[in-house]
């Protein structure tokens, strides 16, 4: 079983959320980690397709927002070229390839901040893909950084997407390379 994990990431906290799924996943299955601006745009041995980005606005981050960041902050942005809506456009039809999806958003109710996981899935339920799950990951709003606990429950949640999606008689301890 291969996955393919991609995300957007503003500061770095969607990159480290990724990073952690990735290696939750890597412990059942084989996992290519990729940003969007470097990401295929096909799904080729691909049997769980998981996208990720932070949530800005109430939703993944469109053009006109990408600039507020940069006017907060003198920090590097991690992603500075194709954003991951025209990435998810320029996706191929599912047929109903397993997918799941993630954002990072502030520490507060999602009635008031939004979920970018929420957009991420109505795309890729449009473009045929089939819809596993979907996570928010917390960033403390006064600080920015991702809240204690938060990489850990990212890294169970790629372990549990892999497990549900391993055939039953699948053994269940971490893939040996040989």
């Given at each position: 079983m291969g996955a393919l994990v991609v995300y957007e990431s503003v500061f770095g906290n969607t990159r480290q959320v990724a990073g952690a799924i990735a290696a939750g996943l890597a412990e059942h299955c084989r996992v290519r980690l990729e940003e969007?601006?470097?990401?295929?745009?096909?799904?080729?041995?691909?049997?769980?397709?998981?996208?990720?980005?932070?949530?800005?606005?109430?939703?993944?981050?469109?053009?006109?927002?990408?600039?507020?960041?940069?006017?907060?902050s003198e920090d590097e942005l991690v992603s500075t070229g194709e954003q991951l809506q025209?990435?998810?456009?320029?996706?191929p039809d599912g047929n109903?390839?397993?997918?799941?999806?993630?954002?990072?958003?502030?520490?507060?109710?999602?009635?008031l901040t939004g979920s970018a996981a929420h957009g991420i899935i109505r795309r890729l339920r449009?473009?045929?893909?089939?819809?596993?799950?979907?996570?928010?990951?917390?960033?403390?709003?006064?600080?920015?950084?991702?809240?204690?606990?938060?990489?850990?429950?990212?890294?169970?949640?790629?372990?549990?997407l892999a497990v549900a999606l391993l055939p039953h008689d699948a053994p269940a301890g971490p893939i040996r390379v040989t």
């Open positions: 969007v601006e470097h990401a295929p745009c096909t799904c080729e041995g691909v049997d769980l397709l998981v996208v990720g980005g932070p949530t800005h606005v109430h939703v993944t981050e469109p053009p006109r927002t990408r600039m507020a960041p940069t006017e907060q025209d990435w998810m456009l320029a996706l109903g390839l397993p997918t799941a999806a993630f954002d990072t958003r502030i520490h507060r109710p999602e009635w449009r473009k045929g893909y089939a819809t596993l799950d979907q996570e928010s990951f917390l960033v403390d709003e006064e600080d920015g950084v991702l809240d204690r606990g938060e990489l850990d429950r990212a890294r169970a949640w790629g372990r549990e």
